[in-house]
């Protein structure tokens, strides 16, 4: 083993030096803390301002059901209309409550990441549960309102848009940082790719919901 020596007199043995310029490549952006951080904080603000407003017009329609509600467009766009769904209350109580404390979580983890704040592993895996079946009941709603209820309602799609790219990048994160264990060729390339993967999802959403009404987009609907 040989040694250096620095302009202040220290001793650096070349292993070190060796080390050092070999050190692992960069994370990829979205994965860090702050800018991480500033996703979960935008992305769950949205969600949870659509997420009052669903339940402000809700309360609404409980006091007068024949209450026009804001996003109440056409028979295709309502949101009254899919409010009076069962799938609309599959817990016994407005979908919508679910939606505020959720989204109030993933505001708050966001801010503390922006904070400095470090959670242990096991809070980043309870993330990960949480995000993932959020993500799930989602769309399983989506699947509801296209091919069951056949009705949309933009407050309720607001929250779809959100939670595709929180899901996408929690899960890129975890990979990243160790929580999710997959090969690394595999994880680099998750990470590397979760804009391009949220583009896809959008785009296959876009792509159902054409096709879901494409007789409304044709003009055959009778509307």
Same mark, same amino acid.
């Given at each position: ?20 310029? #070999? ?6 952006? *979205? ?9 979960? @904080? ?26 026009? #509600? ?11 209309? @899919? ?6 209350? @599959? ?32 809070? !980043? ?11 799930? =009941? %989602?769309? !399983? ?15 309720? *799609? ?8 929180? %899901?996408? !990048? ?14 690394? /060729? ?7 790719? /979760? !804009?391009?993967? #949220? ?13 879901? =009404?494409?007789? @409304? ?7």
């Amino acid at each position: 083993m040989t040694s250096t020596t620095d302009s202040a007199g220290n001793v650096k043995l070349a292993d070190d030096v060796t080390t050092h310029n #070999t050190a692992q490549p960069e994370q990829p952006r *979205m994965t860090r803390d702050r800018p991480f951080g500033w996703l979960l @904080v935008i992305s769950g603000l949205i969600g949870w301002l659509a997420s009052g407003a669903l339940v402000l017009e809700k309360l609404e329609v409980l006091k007068n059901p024949a209450y026009q #509600t804001a996003c109440d467009i056409n028979p295709w766009i309502s949101c009254g209309q @899919v409010m009076q769904t069962w799938q609309s209350s @599959v817990f016994g109580f407005p979908n919508m409550f679910i939606g505020i404390v959720a989204f109030a979580v993933i505001v708050t983890v966001g801010m503390a990441l922006l904070s400095g704040a470090r959670f242990a592993r096991w809070y !980043w895996a309870g993330l990960q549960t949480g995000v993932t079946l959020g993500f799930a =009941f %989602v769309v !399983w709603l989506w699947s509801q309102a296209l091919y069951s209820i056949h009705i949309l309602c933009p407050l309720c *799609m607001t929250v779809w848009a959100v939670m595709i790219p929180m %899901v996408v !990048w929690v899960t890129a994160r975890n990979i990243t940082h160790g929580i999710i264990k997959v090969p690394a /060729g595999a994880g680099r390339i998750i990470s590397d790719s /979760g !804009w391009i993967i #949220t583009a896809l999802l959008y785009t296959a959403v876009m792509a159902s919901i054409f096709f879901a =009404f494409i007789q @409304v987009f044709i003009g055959t609907s009778g509307f």
